[in-house]
Every structure is written in structure tokens, then in C-alpha cells.
């Protein structure tokens, strides 16, 4: 397990590092994450290249046994390079350049940017490639926020690649419906920069994110090249951003990385970054939500929570909050002074544990039997087309996450193209875009007998964000089982429902989003009880082979997303959960020889849950029967043996 915190060396001076060093050997600290914004540090003036003060950080800490994690820089270039070169910032929607006392005001596809940014990132790997205190990299930081840009070379390049994906002006105006207020190109020059269209922007992203995806690359294959062995990762921002698809971002590293503030994100996001691959690191571990009054402990449970999501490794941003710029208030463990204070305190007990644990955590990993399935093309199109971002696939998520969380103590989240074939349950909420290859996978998984929840709004557009010219859900009409007529959106929506199938739904409620359902091969499960709707078909199922799906055409209230849940989770064969208290969280990492189950109560009052025979505490070894999880703290249980 990797543990420890970001460290700034180049915000303090020399003889404090030592001072740090120690503070955090005795805290149990073993990485240090550093570098993201240090390029005018490394180059205060063009070509005078200075790695010097980072090599002898990176071996002071080592002398303390504490490794490094090495970032990239590049996109936060130092103002000589703005100077230098002033095309290299970006541009936002109107043409206007952005300002370039923020970070990350940069082009993506400007030239002289790729070229220098190729230059210094080249140079830091070059450098520091071989470094034995070097256990793995990262590239830059939040790769993509910020870099958006509307300017005329931009566009040039978006219609290259318009031109490379579509080869004739034709199939574009086909694509894009371009006959709609009198859109048709004859050259691809024409096309101009999207702004409303949906079609135009949904390639805008894939466009602007794909850049993204190959600034990654690019670095994270001269890092295996020149550093061999070492493992590479990225930091993904956060589940509420959409500029880059961070699954195609997620292919160019070895471990996926994640920012994980527990207090500003839902506990989905770590899911939804570890998906598949059953690892994750918390490279920005939130320490306290500045300014707000962040309770004793808190910053301990937050990193038990992703530990127990399957966190490998976790990095404390950051050591001490730094005395300047845009965060000189933002989240850090060490205030500005410096001194120990409480959450020092928590940070050495976290580090104590995890020292005590780490051989039996290093093994286990999530083993989930259920999954939520989104992707950010379908979340571009939702927007694109003109809905609520509030309404899209993952608020949803968000309510199914949290209902299969009472229910399940480990879930995976990811991409619907992913191989599904592990899992029992997949819900995929708000699916708004269907390419064959996702229509595909649903149909091989609910063939070999998995159970798929689709919700309203489903298999509405095509990949090319063009809706079918068959009823929804498109190409997923026959799995279904329905066809549907109309989607209403209106805030004035109160819908009752009635269900004989699941009698718990009786008098819980829909709105916002209503589909119109007609049953083709679909039994009805639950119906609308009052209005125009009333009897009509609220949810649906279809058993297809030895698989069945499940469709809701209505938005549920959270209550109902757990009333559904519970059905669909029990009617899966689920074992019977646990009884949990609310305010209290169950998961469990796995492997061959033993399970561990991780129990948060995040109450001020203790709590009991009730866990039978064949458990111990992880670090007692005594027999547990009832896990006690005292206020504010967790229990840790091992399956005997
Ligand atoms: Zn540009």
C-alpha cells in the first residue's frame, strides 16, 4: 500500500525539508507525490534547465524511506513561455484568450505548445529515468480541465479530424442531419466552430478529449521507454468533469488514478475510476473540506473509504497548505505554519494502520457481482441535446450506487462497452447514446443469463448523436421488450405508482422524466396510479433466454431507486445483506484465501451490525459476532482461517 502525501519542496525552503522528512517518517508516510507545477522552477529562464534542488529532495525523503512519485509539468507553463509564445493559450467560446494567471491555459493542439511541452516533459523523464527513489510516475494533472479552446487554428484541426472520421463532406451531412437549417458542406473547411448543435458537439468533445487521451500517451510511452518497470498513472479530476472520456485516458496508464474528495463527490467516483481493473490510486486524498468545520477523524474514514473501494494507494493532498496564490485557503494537512496539529494526529494513525494491515490488504480487491455502466459520450450528447446536466446518467448513477449500497458491499462502475461478463446485475442509467458495440455487449450479457435495468431516456440517439428513425430505445428495443412513444420533461411531473409485482413501490413517486411504455414481449411490473397515465406501464421486464431486463420509463424518487433495488437484488439471488444502520457503510475487499469486510460508521453515536459466525477483527484476531463500530471510526473483519 502506497501512503503518503503531495510535497511542494519548491514552496519552502531548504532546511525545512529535513523538518518535513521526519514529520513524516514518523507518521508512517513511505511516497511523496511532487512536480505537477514545477516547470518555472525547473526553467526560471528559457534553457537554463535546473533539476538539481528536485534530485536532492527526492533523495532526502528516500534517506527517510520515503519513495517519490514524479509528475510531468507541462501544463503549467512558467510566464516566460506565455511571453515567448503567445498563441499558446487557449481560447474560450467567444474568442477571447484566457488569462494566463490561471493553470492549464493551454492548447492541446497549438504547436509551439506540444513542441515545448514535448521539450521539458522529455527532459524531466530523461533526467530523472533510473532514479532508484523513483517508484512510479505521473502524468501532468487533471489532464484535460481547462484546455478547451474555440480558436481558429482549433477548428482547423477539428475539420482534419472530421475529415480523417468522415472522408466526404456527404457522409458528414448525412451523419448530421445537415439539412436542418440549411447546415450542408460542400468542404470541410466550412464547418464552423459548434456552439448549439449537438451533432457538432459532441465530436467537438470526442475531439478536444481525444487530444487529452494523446497528451497522456505520448508521455506515459517515453516514461516505459526511458524508465522501464516503473508504473505510470494520471490523476483523473473528478465525476462532475466531462472534458475527457477518462476511459480512453485510463488506457494509456498501468494504474488508474483518481482525486478522491469524499465531501464534494459521490462515493460512485471511486467505483467508477478503480471499474475493472480493481485498483485505484487516491493521488489527491482530501485531508478537510476548507471552510468548512471538518469533523475530528473524518479525514481517517475518508481514506478507510477508499482503501476499502479498493484504493491501493493513498497520497494526502497536500502536506501543508501552501502561503500563496489561487488555494493559499484550499484543503491541506499542516497548516501555514507548519506545526503538528489534528490531522498530523490522523494522518500517523492512519499510517500506524496501514502499516499493521498492509500485507493483509495487499492481496484482496473488490470482487463485485453488480455494475453501473455510463459513458461520457452518452453524458456529451444529454447535455449537448439540451437537457438538465442535473438529470443525466450519473445523478442517476449516484441513486442506484447508493441503493445498491445497502444492499451489495462491493459494486464496480464503468464504461458499457467493458466486458460485462462477471457480473450478475449491471444497471445502466440514463443509457441516452447507443452504438452497436454497446447495444452488443448488453445483449451477449443478458444472454448468458445477467439481469439489465434500463431507465428512461434510453437508446435515444446513435453514436453520430442522431436520433433512431425506430422507437426508442433504438437498438435496444427487442432486448427490452418495449418500444417507446414519448418522453416528457417537465418539472410539474408527480407520478404515483402501483405495482402488485413489488408492493413496496405502492404510493412512491416518479418525476421530472416519464417515457411513454408499450409493452411488445414485456410483462408490466409496475404501473402509473393516478392521471391522464393512470394503469399505463411504468416499469417493465423482458425475459430474454436465461436473462431478463428490466426497464424503468420513469425517474424515480431515491426512495423507489432502493425500493427497486432491493427487488431487483433479491430477485438476482443476492445473499441477504447486512443490516445497516443508516450512517454506517459496508464493503469488502477479497482474495482466494480470505475476505475482509470494512465497516464505516460515519454517526456520532456507536453502531452495531449484526455479522454471525466465521469473523475476526482484523487487528485483534478476536472473534467478532456483532461488529461494534464505535462514533466516527470503523471496524475492520477478516473471514477466519
Ligand atoms: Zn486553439
Known sequence: MKFGVQYYPEHWPRDRWAVDAKMMQRAGVNVVRMGEFAWSAYEPKEGALDFTWMEE??????SHGIRTILCTCSRTPPPWLYQKHPGIVNCALNGNTQPTDERYRVGLAHGEFIAEAQRIDGAVIRHFAGNKHIVGWQVDNEIGASNDCFCPRCREKFQEHLRQKYSTPGALNEAWGSHFWSYNIEDFSEVPTPHKRAQPLVEYRRFMSGLNVEFSRWRADLIRELDPGKLVTTNYQNIHAQHTDCHALGRTVDVNGMNHYPART??????????????????????RLQ?????????????????????????????????????????????HSGEENRFYGDLSRIGAEIKHLGDMLA???????????????????????????GLGPVTEAVDFHKALSRRLTAIDAMDPRENLSAYRLVIAPRLWMVDQRIADNLRSFVGQGGTLCLTTASGVVDEYSKSFDTPRPGRLQDLAGVTVSDLAFDKALRLPLASDVIPDLDGEEGSLLADEVHPTGATVIATHAAGWRKGSPAITMHTVGKGRVVYVGVRLSPEAVQTLTNWLCETTGFPKPFELPNGVSACERACDDYTLLFFINYRDDPQNVQVGEGWIDAFTGESVAVAEVPANDLRILRSGK
Open 57 to 62: 529532495a527526492i533523495a532526502l525523503l528516500s
Open 266 to 287: 459521490p462515493e460512485l467516483a471511486i467505483d467508477y475510476y478503480r471499474g475493472a481493473r480493481g485498483e485505484v490510486w487516491c493521488l489527491e486524498q482530501h485531508t
Open 291 to 335: 471552510h468548512h468545520d471538518t469533523p475530528a477523524g473524518r479525514m481517517r474514514l475518508w481514506a478507510w473509504m477508499a482503501i476499502a473501494h479498493g484504493a491501493t494507494g493513498i497520497v494526502y493532498f497536500r502536506w501543508r497548505q501552501c502561503r500563496w496564490g489561487q488555494e493559499q485557503f484550499g484543503d491541506g494537512l499542516l497548516p
Open 363 to 389: 492481496p484482496t480487491r473488490p470482487r463485485a457481482k453488480a455494475a453501473i455502466v455510463f459513458s461520457y459520450e452518452s453524458r456529451w450528447s444529454f447535455e449537448a441535446s439540451g437537457f438538465d446536466r
